[in-house]
């Protein structure tokens, strides 16, 4: 490998690969990948030692480890997988917007939700306002000292399973401007969860609608100011877009240890499969792929370690990671043929899950075009 | 109560150490606490959550092992955690000099340990050795163990059941439990915990023990019926070496 870890990342590390040893077993993952489902309690081990704040400072509860490092155990989590992980992320970027954009008292109040090990979500899109943030319909009206909320959200990460809510919705006709945050209790009335979506991939991952129907909310519980939403949705995109890019690694990494495995043990022509030159090329391409998505989703975490702005990055890496991992998972179902090609193998479900990081977070059609403009500033007269 | 574990690093995992033409090459950065140790450990946190004490660690394994063995530990709930550096704690040779000296360090400094635990992954000469200078009883090969120190040692055909007399040196297995994981706060704040050093000098000489794979053997072996009349012979012969006849 040509990342250079620390002592104390390889140690994290460890205990990530530990956890997933002993809890994210073959049996288990396939079974919850078939039924579509992610029940609360296979997450309970997870809390326990901390997985689900771990990038949280230590004062509102977390492990307070960088994003560097966080990024090498999710990584890791991810190659067991990428579903599951995601949905820990979730928690955590959640809290940490509240943390970027709210109070004191509102991130206190936030963190002492998840830190016993409930869940956290954040619902922006909607059935018309996928890419378009601009197009949220969902409306919050203030009503003396409190907000009243309707509207539908759709494809709400972590919807189903989390006891808080960071919801985007229009407090007034000002396009992107006209965006509010605010933080939702999920028992205050009015709220309904819909079905899970039956996803084609990140099937441990809870994928939900969020029904709104006058939901009160104080007014203490906006985040930042009116208008705000759009950036404090920016800020917890470029976070998720970062750890995104780090399950895709993991994924990446888990169908390159698969694909190469069974290459050398696969037989025909009386050899194993890996001394064909066509297969040792497909292995060459995995393996520098992994390691050039590695390598830049490390540099990406550690901009952020120093506070430095990662949208273009952040972007780069997202759109680079997420869509060579297609080639890499497709390139995994290809040498293990037949077999690659059933569920007896896990090749096919790392193909299925990568498809998705290609979509949430801000598609790669959008990447590109921030990208562009980031590029575009630095040439402008 | 007073424990004492001595842990070791994962000796026998194939991730540890690769083999090229007879020749060992360790790789310590794949080197962590053994699981056998991780359940001796976890079998001192429960006696002292019951029973109230201390938990020092003491690791022989040399190099950034040492210290990723002992932050383990450490966050595992483990009190102080010390390395010690006395030579190839591996190397039969100078195990029972390096036994010898860290006798002399606890009688020393007045470590009186109600408890020294390890689990068994190698010879019993070093758990045994220390035993015998603190003159106090050693139970090796234990399976099972509660906190009221009732005791299995397995047997090839049985088991030898009974209790504990303390203090004692106890050897064990990694079936007496399942070792809790330790969480990333804990281990982030074993990680900027300071480690104990302390040394024992040894002498090197004699020692001239290495460690020597097994050689991997990769040829045919072709058995023609036909035109050997000892070929069945030959064959009975490999499948019985192999414990595939008896």
Known sequence: MTLLYTQEQKEY????QEFGDRYLTPEIIKKYDLKGDCPSSLFEPAIKIGLHMLEIPREYGGAGLSYEDSALVFEKLAEYDAGYALTLITSFVAL?????????EQAQRFADVIRPGRFAAFTMSEADAGSDAGSVKARAVRQGNEYILNGNKAFATNGGI?????GIFRTSNNGNHGLSAFM??????????GKHEDKMGLRLSNTVPLGFKNVHVPAENLIGQEGRGINIALNSLNLSRAYVSTLTVGVMQRALNEAAKYANQREQFNQPISQFESVQNML????TAVETARLLVNNTMKMMDKDLSVRQEGAM????VTDVAQKVTSDAVQILG?????????????MRDVKGFQILEGTNEIQRMTIAREVSKKYQD | MKIALIAKAEADNPKTYTSHKNKVTYHP?????SEEDKSALEFALQLTELKKGTIDVFTFEQNEAAERILHEALAMGATTATKVSAGNINDPLLQNQIASEFVHYLKENNENYDLILTGKTTSSAFPAAIATGLGISFYDYVSMIDTSLNYEMKLEKGKITGQCVLPAVIATLDSINVPRLASFTSLSTAINSSINNVSFKTSDEGVTSEIVAKPVKNEKAIFNLDQDPKATQKLVEILKQNGMLR
């Open chain 1, 13 to 16: 590390i460890h205990l990530a």
């Open chain 1, 96 to 104: 940490r917007c509240v943390m970027l954009a709210g109070t004191e």
């Open chain 1, 162 to 166: 989390a006891d808080i809510f960071i």
């Open chain 1, 184 to 193: 939702i209790d999920k028992n205050t009335p009015g709220i309904w969860v």
């Open chain 1, 284 to 287: 060459a391409n995995m393996a």
């Open chain 1, 317 to 320: 890496t997202k759109l680079y």
């Open chain 1, 338 to 350: 037949g077999y690659g090609y059933t569920r007896a193998y896990p090749v096919e479900k790392l």
């Open chain 2, 29 to 33: 950065e794949n080197l962590f606490l």
